[in-house]
């Protein structure tokens, strides 16, 4: 099983990053300059509830693009049209990978026993809502992780790579055959297909 969330909710832009800053003026802490600040409900949730899974791990991603000035952002120079209708796309994606067992690396908190007394268990609803403390404790855990992810970008702004990381791996990125490129255009097909089915029904 895999599940995806977003901490940060979106992407960073002209109009997220003024919530960004106002969230982090709620909180009293500086904003970030490379990413979104983290809201941490949603993934505290979720880790808390599939904590019981033992061999529960994170896969923490930081992905960023060469060739972006640093007051501009991605989705303004490689967009879906640039890519697949100009043939622009990014010369190269990295992508800084951090493995983490829930476990132990994690300050999720300890699932607690339903009201019947029986411990939770993954399909088992509701299970109790962390503490306030369990919530301050993972906040702060989370923000400090978003402030390491930052400065990893900023790493990346000024050399062109991140330091300091343990191992490099390059992937190519090319089609198995050229007829791949069909399948991102699939939903055209579909449509075409049921145009022709309009026309003669």
Wanted: net charge positive; glycine share 4%; with cysteine.
């Amino acid at each position: 099983m895999v599940l995806m969330i977003f901490p940060e909710g979106t992407l960073v832009s002209e109009q997220t990053r003024p919530h960004s800053k106002k969230y982090a003026d709620k909180l009293g802490i500086a904003d970030l300059e490379h990413a979104l600040l983290p809201r941490s409900t949603g993934l505290h949730n979720t880790l808390l509830t599939l904590s019981q899974i033992p061999s529960l791990y994170l896969l923490d991603f930081t992905i960023t693009y060469p060739g972006v000035a640093r007051d501009s952002y991605p989705q303004r120079h490689y967009t879906l049209r640039s890519i697949f209708m100009s043939g622009v796309p990014p010369p190269a994606i990295h992508v800084h990978l951090k493995l983490l067992k829930v476990s132990s690396d994690i300050p999720v908190g300890i699932p607690r026993a339903l009201p019947n007394g029986k411990p939770a268990s993954p399909t088992a609803n509701p299970i109790q809502d962390p503490t306030d403390e369990e919530k301050i404790v993972f906040e702060s855990w989370l923000q400090e992780k978003w402030r390491r992810k930052d400065e990893l970008m900023e790493t990346f702004a000024q050399n062109g790579a991140y330091t300091g990381v343990s191992k490099s791996v390059t992937l190519p990125l090319r089609l198995r055959k050229w007829t791949d490129v069909f399948d991102v255009y699939c939903w055209w097909s579909i449509l075409l297909c049921f145009a022709i089915w309009k026309y003669f029904h």
